[in-house]
C-alpha cells in the first residue's frame, strides 16, 4: 500500500493562502518605501481620497497667488527706485529755478529743464519684463506720456494732455476675493512736475520769455512763483513713493501669508499621501520575514510523511 504524506489539501490550500497574502503586504510595502507614498492610487487612500484632493487644490491656489505677489513685489520695488529718482528730478527743477531767481541768472534753466524733461519721459514711459508700459494702467500698450520733447509742451491747453494712460491701475489677487492695487498712474505721479516743466517752456517761448544773465522783473516774478509749483510737484511725487511703500508692505504681508498657508497645505498633503520611512522601513522587513517563514513551513509540510514516525527496521 502507499503512504501518504500527512499535510492534507485543506492545510496546503490555508499555507497557500499565507503566502499570498504575505506577497500581496510585502509588496505593498516595498512600494511604499520606493515610492515615498502611502498608495500610488486613489484606492489605497480610501476614505481621506476628498480631503487631499481638496487639500492639493488649496496649495496650488497659494502657491498660485505667491507667484503672482513674487511679481507684484518686484513692480513695487522697481516702482519704489523710479519714485527715488522722480523725487529726486523734482528738486533738482525746484532747486534750479530757485537758484535761477537768487543769482538772477536763467541762461542755463531751460538746458537744466530739458534733461530733467528727457529723464522724467524715460521713467514715466518705461517698460516691464512683458514689454507693457509700467505707468499705463489699463492702457499699458500704448506710452502713457505722449510727448518726447520739452518744446512739444507748448502745443498743448494743459499739462494732463500730455497724458493718454488709462484711469485703472493693475492690480493682483493675492487671496480669495482679495486684491492689491500695485500700479501706478502715471498722470497721478507726473502730472505736477510736467505742468512746472510746461509753464517754464510757455513762459520761455512768450514774449517775456528767453532766460539768460540778468533776470528781467517779468522772469524773476514767473520764477518766483514758480517754486512754489515746484513745491507742489515735489509733494506729489513723495505721496505715490509713500503710497508705493504701503504697498510694497501689503505686498509683503500677503506673501508671508501665502507662503505659510502653502507650507500648512504641503503638511496636510504629505501626512495624507506620504509614508513615515521609517515605520514603511520596519514593515517591510517584518514582511519579508512573514513570507520567509510562510514559505519555509510550507515547504517543510509538504516533506512530512508517515515515514518520518515509522521505526527504523530491526
Not at 481638496?54 to 513695487?76: I, K, P
Not at 529718482?85 to 529755478?97: E, F, K, M, T
Not at 517775456?208 to 506729489?236: H, K, M, R, V, W
Request: no cysteine; aromatic share 4%.
Amino acid at each position: 500500500m502507499t503512504i501518504d504524506r500527512i499535510a492534507t489539501n485543506s492545510q496546503s490550500q490555508l499555507m497557500l493562502s499565507q503566502i499570498q497574502q504575505a506577497e500581496l503586504a510585502l509588496n505593498k510595502t516595498q512600494t511604499q518605501v520606493t515610492s515615498g507614498m502611502v498608495s500610488t492610487n486613489y484606492a489605497g487612500i480610501g476614505d481621506k481620497t476628498a480631503m487631499l484632493e481638496a487639500t492639493r487644490s488649496a496649495e496650488n491656489r497659494a502657491n498660485a497667488y505667491q507667484s503672482a505677489t513674487t511679481l507684484a513685489v518686484n513692480q513695487a520695488d522697481l516702482q519704489d527706485s523710479q519714485m527715488s529718482s522722480l523725487s529726486d528730478l523734482a528738486n533738482q527743477l525746484r532747486q534750479a529755478i530757485t537758484t535761477a531767481t537768487g543769482d538772477n541768472d536763467g541762461s542755463t534753466l531751460m538746458t537744466t529743464a530739458q534733461g530733467i524733461f528727457d529723464q522724467v519721459s524715460q521713467i514715466l514711459n518705461s517698460k516691464d519684463a512683458n514689454g507693457n508700459y509700467l505707468y499705463g494702467g489699463d492702457k499699458n500698450g500704448q506710452p502713457p506720456l505722449t510727448v518726447t520733447n520739452l518744446s512739444d509742451l507748448t502745443s498743448l491747453s494743459s499739462a494732463s494732455d500730455a497724458f493718454q494712460n488709462g484711469t485703472l491701475p493693475n492690480s493682483v489677487m493675492v487671496g480669495d476675493g482679495q486684491s492689491v492695487k500695485v500700479g501706478m498712474l502715471a498722470s497721478d505721479i507726473g502730472t505736477g512736475l510736467i505742468q512746472t516743466l510746461k509753464d517754464l517752456a510757455d513762459f520761455n517761448a512768450g514774449a517775456d520769455g528767453n532766460f539768460s544773465t540778468g533776470l528781467t522783473d517779468a522772469q524773476s516774478s514767473f520764477l518766483s512763483g514758480e517754486i512754489t509749483t515746484a513745491t507742489t510737484a515735489a509733494s506729489q511725487v513723495n505721496n505715490a513713493a509713500a503710497a508705493n511703500g504701503n504697498i510694497y508692505s501689503q505686498l509683503q504681508d500677503a506673501s508671508t501669508n501665502q507662503k505659510t498657508m502653502s507650507t500648512l497645505f504641503k503638511g496636510f498633503v504629505s501626512n495624507i499621501q506620504e509614508v513615515d520611512m521609517p515605520t514603511a522601513i520596519t514593515q517591510l522587513n517584518q514582511n519579508q520575514v512573514a513570507l520567509q517563514a510562510a514559505l519555509q513551513v510550507t515547504a517543510q509540510l509538504n516533506q512530512v510523511s508517515l515515514l518520518n514516525y515509522l521505526p527504523a527496521p530491526s
